[in-house]
C-alpha cells in the first residue's frame, strides 16, 4: 500500500484539517467527537446533517454549505461516525425548525444515526438514502444500500429547506429523490482501506465486480472485462429493470438526470466515455438527461471504477437541483 | 460478579482481538467492508485504557460506563449493538442484583434482547446474534439448573462455537452482507466470530484454577 | 489494462462527445479537427485559447467558458495538438481583439502551436507555461515543463480577457503569473496510456518518483516511500528553492495560493492531508496561504500521486483568481 | 526521383516502424512519454493510405502534401518536425529539380535544415538531428563526388546506424528527455530511432536489385 500517509490513525484528522483549512470560507471543523458545521450558521431552517464512514470524499463534508448540508459527521474510513458526533452537529446548527439527518443505509449508519436521534432534544426526522439497485432481489435484505444518489438527496432538500420549508416537507421531498433515484456501480479494482493496508477484494486483470458497493463490498456477480459500452449497457438495464420493477419507467420522452460518479481512480476521460454511452442508451428508453453531473461525487477511497445513477425529475425536482448551491464541492449560482 | 473481574475480562478480551487480527479482518474482507477487526481494536483498546476510570465503580456501573463509551468509539454496525449490549445488561444488574448466575445470565439476556431490537434481526440472520442468541438461551438454561460455573462455562463456550459456525451457510439478510444474496454462503460472520471469541475469553477467565 | 474503452482510436471522440454533452450550456465540440469552444461566442475580447495532449482532464476542455477559456484543443493522449486544430479554433473564436495562445512549454506543444501561429492570419501572441521545477537545473535544457501552474494562468488571463484588455496586457499577465508560480510533482504509481497498454514506467511498492511530469515522464529522483510529511517536506523545499534562485522568496509575510493537485488516481482524503502539511510549511517561511485549490486539476490519467503548486500573489494575480469563473472544473461568483 | 518510388517508400516505412513497435515504443517510454510508436505509426499509416491522391502528382507536389498531412495527423515534437522536413525538400526539389543525386541530397539537406530552425537544436541534443545531419552531410559529400547509389546508400546506412548510436550516451538538452539530465544517459533518442529505421529502409529500398 502506497498512499500519503503519515500514521494511519492520524489520517483522518490530518485530511479533515486540510480541508477545513482549504474551505474556511464555508466549514468549520470540530473535533473529538469529529463534525464540521457550515461557518455561518443558517438562520430558522431545518437543520440538514449528514455523515458516514469517511473514504467517500467529497461526501459529505464536501457538500456543507448554502443550498446543502448544514453539518457532517464523518466515521472512520468506512465505518459510520458515533451518536454522540450526530449530537454534537445538531447541537451545533439546528436553527428552530427541527434537524433531519440524512442517512446512507447501512446497518452500522442506520443505528448510530437512531441512537443519536432517540437521545435528541429536537425535532427530527430521517431520510434513508437506497438508490444502489445492485442486489436484485431486496426483499430477503434489510432494502438497498445509499450510494452516489445521495447527492441528489442532499442537494434538493437542502435548496428546499434553504426556502425556510417546515421538517416534514423536508424529508418528503428527501424520499421521494430517493425514491425517484436508482444506482448502479462497477468496479476495475478493488480499494485499500489504509488501515487494513491491502486491498479489500482480489480482483484479477481480466475482471469487473458488476454492482460494487461504495466499501468494496462485492456486488451481484464477478464478470470478464468487455467493453465499455457492453458493460454501460448492463449498468443502464439494471437501472431500467429497477424503475419497471418499482413501475418509474416512463411511458412517454420523460427528462432525467445522469450522474456518472467515479470511484477515486477513474480518469476523468472515461467518466465522459461512459456518460456519453449511458445518456444514449437512456434516450432510447424515453429517458431524455437534462440534467448531468461527471465526477467524482461519491468514492471509494482510491477503487479503479463508476457509477452510473439516475434520477427521473419531475418540476419540484429540478428547481431544487438547479438553484444556487455553494459548498466545497458543488457550487453554482452563486 | 466484581469489577475486578470485568477489568480482567476486558483485558483479556483486547487481548484476544489483538491476536485474531487476521481472522476478523479477512472474514469482513470477504463479505464486508474490512473493518471489524479495526472497530473491534478500537473498542478493546479503549475499554482497556479505562481501568482506572473504572476500578471504584460498581459492577453495573462499570458496564454501563463501558457501553457508553463503545458508542462513542466503534462506529459502524457493530459499535451500537455492542453499547446497548453493555448498558442494557448493565441496567438490568443494576435493577435485579448480580448475587447469582441466575441473576448474571439474566443480565447478559437482557443485553442481547437490546441487540435484538436495535438491529432488529433475528436467528439466522447471519450475525452476531447467531452466537449470542444460543449462548443466552443456554446460559439461562444452566443457571436455572444451578449448575456449576465451570459446566456453565464448558457448555458456553461449545454453544458459542456453534452458533459462530452456523453462520457459514447462511444467507445473510442483515447486515452489510445482506446485498451479497447466495455470494455469502461459505463465509463465517466476522460479528459472530468475534463475540463467539469474546465469550471463549471469558469463560476461560473463568475456568482458570 | 482494465479501462472503460470501447476501441483504443476512438477513446478520445467519445470522451469529447460525452463532455461535450454533458457541457452544452457551456461548449460545443467540432470535430476533424477537434476543438472546442464556448458556446456563447465572446464579443470584443482578446481570444484565448489553449490546448494539448489529452489526458490531463479536466485541462483543458474543462476550463472553457466565462472568465477563462473561449476553445481548448485536444490533441491524442499525451500528443500535442496539430496546428489545422489551433487555426480553425482561432477561426471560430477570434473577436477581434486577437488570439492568445496558452502553452504548456514542451518541444511538441511549442512547435505545434508556433506553426499554427505563423499561419495566423489574426494578431497574436503566446505564453508558454513553465512551472514545473523539478528538473533543477534548467540551464542546459529546453526550459522547464508547464504543468498544474498552467491553470491559474488560464484562470487569471481568461479573468483579464473578459474585461475587454488588448493582446499585450494579457500576454503579460499571463508570462508574469507564470513567472511567479513553481510546481513539483510525486508519483506513487505510473499512469497507462490507452494505446500503449501497459505503464508508461515500472515502479515498486516501495518507490516513488519525485519531480515526474504529468507524463509519467521520469521527474528528479527514485525514491523510497516516505510517510507523507517527508515526501511533502522535500516538494516544499524545492519550490522554496526554485523561488529562491528566482530571487522571489518573500522577505515578510506574503499572500500566497496553494493548488494541490491530483494526477487522477490520488483520493481527496490524501489530498487534503497534502495540503494540510504544504500549507503549514510555507507558512513557516513567510508565504501566507490565502487562496487554495485542492483536487484533481491537472491530471495525467490513472496516475496516482500529486503535484503541490505555489503562486505568489499580488492585488492584481488575486483580483483575477477571484472574479467569476464559469466553465466545467472551475466555476464561482456566477 | 520518381513519385512511384515515394508510394513504394512510404508503403516500406509504414511496414518498418508497425514492424518496430515495440523498440519505439520502450525507447520513448524510457526517457519520454511513451507515445512515439504511437505516432509514427499513425503518420506512416496516412501517408500509405494517400496512395492513390499521390499517384499522379510531381514528385516534389507528393513530397508537400505528404509534409502536409503529417502536419495536422502526427501531432506531437515528431509531427511538426518530420512535416517541416517534406515540405521543406519538396520545395528546395521544385526550385532546384530533381535529376541528380546531388540536387537530392540537397533537397533532403534542406529538409534537415527546416528541421533545425523548427527545433531550434543542433548535433549531440539527443534527438533526430543526431541522425539526419550527419546524413545529410555524408548525402552532400557522396553525391558530389558523385558516387554510385548503391554507394551512397551503404554509407548511408552505416551513418544513420552510428548517429542513432550516438544518441545512447548523450545528456538530452532538447525535447522531452531535457528534464531527465543524467538519467538520459544509457538510452537511444526515439526519434533518432525511427529517423534511423526510415532511412535504412529507403536505402534498401534503393539497393534492392
Ligand atoms: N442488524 C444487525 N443485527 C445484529 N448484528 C448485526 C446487524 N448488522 C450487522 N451486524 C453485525 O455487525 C457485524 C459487522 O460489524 P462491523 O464490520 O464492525 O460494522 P460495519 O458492517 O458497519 O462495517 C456483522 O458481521 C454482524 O455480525
Ligand atoms: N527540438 C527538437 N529538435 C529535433 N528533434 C526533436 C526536438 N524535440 C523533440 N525531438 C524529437 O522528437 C522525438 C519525440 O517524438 P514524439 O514522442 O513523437 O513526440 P513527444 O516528445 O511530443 O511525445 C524525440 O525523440 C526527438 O528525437
Ligand atoms: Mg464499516
Ligand atoms: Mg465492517
Ligand atoms: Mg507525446
Ligand atoms: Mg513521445
Known sequence: MKKFINKVDNILVESLSGFAKAHHDLVELHLDPNFLTRTNKAQNKVAIISGGGSGHEPLHAGYIGYGMLDAACPGHVFTSPTPDQMLMAAEAVHADKGILFIVKNYAGDVMNFEMAAEMLPFEHATVLTSDDCAVVNSTYTTGRRGVAGTVIVEKCVGSLAETGADLQACKALGDKVNHRTASIGVALTSCTVPAAGRATFDISDTEIEMGVGIHGEPGRRRETMRPADEIIGDCVEAILMDFKTRQLQPSKKHEALLLVNGFGATPLMELYLIYNTAAKLFNLHNLEISRSLVGNYTTALDMAGASITLCLLDDEIKQHWDSPVHTAALRWGK | ?209
Open chain 2, 1 to 209: 460478579m466484581k469489577t475486578e473481574f470485568i477489568i480482567e475480562a476486558a483485558l483479556a478480551i483486547q487481548q484476544t482481538i489483538l491476536a485474531n487480527e487476521s481472522t476478523l479482518e479477512s472474514l469482513d474482507r470477504e463479505i464486508g467492508d474490512g473493518d471489524h477487526y479495526i472497530n473491534m481494536k478500537r473498542g478493546a483498546t479503549t475499554v482497556a485504557e479505562m481501568q482506572a476510570d473504572l476500578a471504584s465503580l460498581k459492577p453495573d456501573e462499570a458496564l454501563n460506563k463501558i457501553g457508553l463509551k463503545l458508542l462513542s468509539t466503534i462506529g459502524g454496525a457493530s459499535g451500537p449493538l455492542l453499547a446497548s449490549f453493555f448498558m442494557s445488561m448493565a441496567k438490568v444488574l443494576k435493577e435485579n442484583g448480580d448475587e447469582s448466575n441466575l441473576k448474571i445470565a439474566a443480565a447478559f439476556a437482557g443485553g442481547v434482547q437490546a441487540i435484538i431490537q436495535r438491529g432488529k434481526a433475528g436467528l439466522g440472520e447471519k450475525t452476531m446474534l447467531d452466537v449470542l442468541i444460543p449462548v443466552s438461551n443456554e446460559f439461562v438454561l444452566q443457571a436455572t439448573q444451578n449448575n456449576d460455573i465451570k459446566l456453565i462455562c464448558a457448555k458456553l463456550i461449545q454453544t458459542a462455537e456453534q452458533g459462530m459456525l452456523s453462520t457459514k451457510d447462511l444467507i445473510a439478510t442483515k447486515g452489510r452482507a445482506a446485498g451479497l444474496g447466495e455470494r455469502a454462503i461459505g463465509h463465517i460472520d466476522p460479528g459472530a466470530k468475534s463475540c463467539q471469541l469474546m465469550i471463549e475469553t471469558v469463560c476461560h477467565l473463568l475456568l482458570k484454577p
